[in-house]
């Protein structure tokens, strides 16, 4: 089993691919509409922050049964 947070990456970047998730990047970041921006960037953050988080969580809990396995 490899420790790699491969599950939490591939849905971070289906969901960035995805149509939906294209234009709501845009519109964070190179929207010319300014009250678009303020709205969607800390929304995309957040989202981020998660992933990453969740990310984390992952690996951590794979290196946990990686090393649990190891022991028996």
Known sequence: MSRWPWISL???IALAASP???EFLSSAF???EQLSRNIARP???A???AMLILALCE???RL???RRRDLR
């Open 47 to 49: 989202a981020g922050a």
């Open 10 to 12: 591939i849905v971070t």
């Open 20 to 22: 939906w998730g294209r």
């Open 64 to 66: 946990w049964y990686c």
């Open 59 to 61: 690996y951590l809990l």
């Open 43 to 45: 929304i995309v953050l």
């Open 30 to 32: 190179v929207s010319g």
